[in-house]
T-cell receptor, first 118, second 114 residues
Framework: DAGVIQSPRHEVTEMGQEVTLRCKPI?????LFWYRQTMMRGLELLIY????????DSGMPEDRFSAKMPNASFSTLKIQPSEPRDSAVYFC????????????????FGPGTRLTVT | AQSVAQPEDQVNVAEGNPLTVKCTYS??????LFWYVQYPNRGLQFLLK??????LVKGSYGFEAEFNKSQTSFHLKKPSALVSDSALYFCAVREIYNFNKFYFGSGTKLNVKP
């Protein structure tokens, strides 16, 4: 398997523009997570999905952020409008619980998207 | 609430020497603890986990971690460091009642010098 795939790897945009980050989880994984990593706040969980359904979005910082998972192999994280403080590395991760709920705890992370908002 | 702390921003060790990366935890029940490694421009990779059982947990790439309940610690160790071990290491704790919520430490940069 190719692992979790994220695109783009780098994104530079101007304040006020819409940004869309994309993620393809590992095939067969039923959980998908979006994280944000900054120097100040470390790694934060933004939202996660189970079988394409958003379960917990309490980490989404504000209404400018939205995430969707239209099918099992694709998810997007959208920021509209973007602000300089959104500059961070955004990670997508997926997890497989098919072996029994809770038995498989590891999350598999993608390489991340480095977002710079000027 | 669950949390972990990594008291060292950076650890420097010579190749061939043993290494320790420290982590302490705070949980309101039995802890579920993890170590992840992040290489430059890469996502986090799972190294090992403690769920229950033996206090010494063995993981990938020769790493191991020792769970110490009385000291609320979960230090990552390796008997002989390699230059290729240089990376950012994260300790994490899973929430007690939610298998999907992890809280990560701030990370420790490990530098292994030849």
């Amino acid at each position: 398997d190719a692992g979790v795939i994220q695109s783009p790897r780098h994104e530079v945009t101007e304040m006020g523009q819409e940004v869309t980050l994309r993620c393809k989880p590992i095939s067969g994984h039923d959980y998908l997570f979006w994280y944000r990593q900054t120097m100040m706040r470390g790694l934060e969980l933004l939202i996660y999905f189970n079988n394409n359904v958003p379960i917990d979005d309490s980490g989404m910082p504000e209404d400018r952020f939205s995430a969707k998972m239209p099918n099992a192999s694709f998810s997007t994280l959208k920021i509209q409008p973007s602000e300089p403080r959104d500059s961070a590395v955004y990670f997508c991760a997926s997890r497989d619980t098919s072996g029994g709920y809770g038995l498989h705890y590891e999350q598999y992370f993608g390489p991340g998207t480095r977002l710079t908002v000027t | 609430a669950q949390s972990v702390a990594q008291p060292e921003d950076q650890v420097n060790v010579a190749e061939g020497n043993p290494l320790t990366v420290k982590c302490t935890y705070s949980v309101s029940g039995n802890p579920y603890l993890f170590w992840y490694v992040q290489y430059p421009n890469r996502g986090l990779q799972f190294l090992l986990k403690y769920i229950t059982g033996d206090n010494l947990v063995k993981g990938s790439y020769g790493f191991e971690a020792e769970f110490n309940k009385s000291q609320t610690s979960f230090h990552l160790k390796k008997p002989s460091a390699l230059v290729s071990d240089s990376a950012l290491y994260f300790c994490a704790v899973r929430e007690i009642y939610n298998f999907n919520k992890f809280y990560f430490g701030s990370g420790t940069k490990l530098n292994v010098k030849p």
